[in-house]
Nanobody, 125 residues
């Protein structure tokens, strides 16, 4: 019984920035991972970034190669919110972005127990 709600999507010019948020509520995860995936029309859902955390509060980010150096994932433990800061956006980043929690497989595979409804990110040329 976990709810994930994304926000922050929109239309932005190439080279611009957006910040996506994912608010989580409900029971705690079995596996301490949250991630971002995206899906463009006619394409498979692909991994973007993920973050895991320890009981001491340390966090560890992971990124797909195409967004390294441009995107930054973070988590506010107190607010139970995950953020994705997206800079230097490209037209190729245009997709519906989904928040995911509690993976049943590898963190980079789209095999998570919980998903948000998605938020549209459109990057114009």
């Amino acid at each position: 019984q976990v709810q994930l709600v994304e926000s922050g999507g929109g239309l932005v010019q190439a080279g611009g920035s957006l910040r996506l948020s994912c608010a989580a509520s409900g029971r705690t995860f079995s596996n301490p991972f949250m991630g971002w995936f995206r899906q463009a029309p006619g394409k498979e859902r692909e991994f973007v970034a993920a973050i895991t955390w320890t009981g001491s509060g340390a966090t560890y980010p992971y990124y797909t190669n195409s967004v390294k150096g441009r995107f930054a994932i973070s988590r506010d433990n107190a607010k139970n919110t995950m953020l994705l800061q997206m800079n230097s956006l490209k037209f190729e980043d245009t997709a519906v972005y989904y928040c995911a929690g509690d993976p049943v497989g590898a963190y980079y595979s789209p095999e998570y127990q919980y998903w948000g409804q998605g938020t549209q990110v459109t990057v114009s040329s």
